[in-house]
């Protein structure tokens, strides 16, 4: 009878994976992934099949974790602004706290390797988020853009901010608060 798989050895081969590929891209060894991860290369084949699968599940983990910072005291029936401020807050609290996690996730984001069924996992935790771009864009709170622009100014900004936090720890509020003005006018009409 083969052992249970050890949820310990999974989350330290998502750890490993994770920074590996936040500082050498998708094209990070899995040899380097296991001897990271403190396994043998053949133990990591156990838990993902492929490398491809663990760039999805590590995707996936990833797509989680920033789930579980954003939702928490997320306001449902605040303002559009109000929601979208405490989600501006909360990524940038995620991304100030974690930037291998964030390098890693913006690297799987572009990559190829990461299916569209993944992706589709990955944004359906992110529904409240949907909702209230919906909203935003039916109200005429935001400018009338095409949803992928919105994220690709939601990206930038806050990859700025990020790299400004990075720089200056001591100032995050100032960074955040100013990143989100500028967010904020990128975005709506009011």
């Known amino acids: 009878m083969a052992r249970p798989l050890s949820e310990e050895k999974r989350n330290a081969i998502l750890a490993a994976a994770a920074e590996a590929v ?16 403190g396994i043998a290369e053949g133990t990591l084949f156990v838990y993902f099949p492929t490398k ?23 306001p449902t029936e605040a303002s559009v602004k109000e ?9 940038i609290d995620w991304g100030a706290k974690n930037p291998a996690k964030r390098r890693a996730l913006r690297q799987l984001g572009v990559s190829d390797k990461v299916t569209e069924a993944t992706r589709k996992a990955g944004m359906a935790a992110f529904r409240d988020i949907q909702s209230m771009l919906e909203e935003g864009f039916q109200s005429g709170i935001f400018r009338q853009q095409p949803k992928d ?11 700025m901010v990020l790299e400004f936090i990075h720089r200056d720890p001591g100032n995050i509020e100032s960074y955040r608060r100013s990143g989100f003005e500028t ?8």
Do not use: F
């Open 83 to 91: 929601r979208c401020q405490h989600l501006w807050n909360q990524s």
């Open 183 to 190: 967010y904020w006018g990128a975005i709506s009409n009011k």
């Open 22 to 37: 936040a500082s050498l891209g998708v094209s990070a060894s899995t040899a380097k992934i296991a001897k990271d991860a």
């Open 52 to 74: 491809d699968d663990l760039l999805n599940e590590l995707y996936l983990a990833l797509k989680a974790d920033m789930k579980a910072t954003i939702a928490t005291g997320y």
């Open 149 to 159: 622009m919105l994220g690709a100014i939601t990206d930038v900004l806050t990859d």
